[in-house]
Nanobody, 121 residues
């Protein structure tokens, strides 16, 4: 059973930065971040695999950077220039594939419990 544990969420002001981390219980080739705000649909944020392939949602391009430390089975999400609309629960996920992935409908096999990100104006 895959276990994913996120950390690093918190409250920041608009324009601030946060770095999310996710430790996986084992090897996962493709991983990603998804988020969900209250009353809104879940949406994919980023996808990254062990070949270095990355994909980002349009809202994340240029502001968010996903990275992996394969030796530590750890996924990161560096989020800069945060906006109030980025407020959501962020989940780490094991993703089926990042190749030609549609972030809006990214399918995941497992996800963590989430870490809350709150951005105030």
């Amino acid at each position: 059973q895959v276990k994913l544990v996120e950390s690093g969420g918190g409250s920041v002001q608009a324009g601030g930065s946060l770095r999310l981390s996710c430790v996986a219980s084992g090897y996962i080739y493709s991983m990603g971040w998804i988020r969900q705000a209250p009353g809104k649909e879940r949406e994919g944020v980023a996808c990254i695999d062990n070949a270095g392939l990355t994909a980002y949602a349009e809202f994340a391009e240029g502001r968010f950077t996903a990275s992996k430390d394969t030796g530590k089975n750890t996924l990161y999400l560096q989020m800069n220039s945060l906006k109030p609309e980025d407020t959501a629960m962020y989940y780490c996920a094991a993703v089926f594939s990042c190749i030609n992935v549609n972030l809006a409908t990214m399918e995941v096999s497992h996800r963590g419990q989430g870490t809350q990100v709150t951005v105030s104006s």
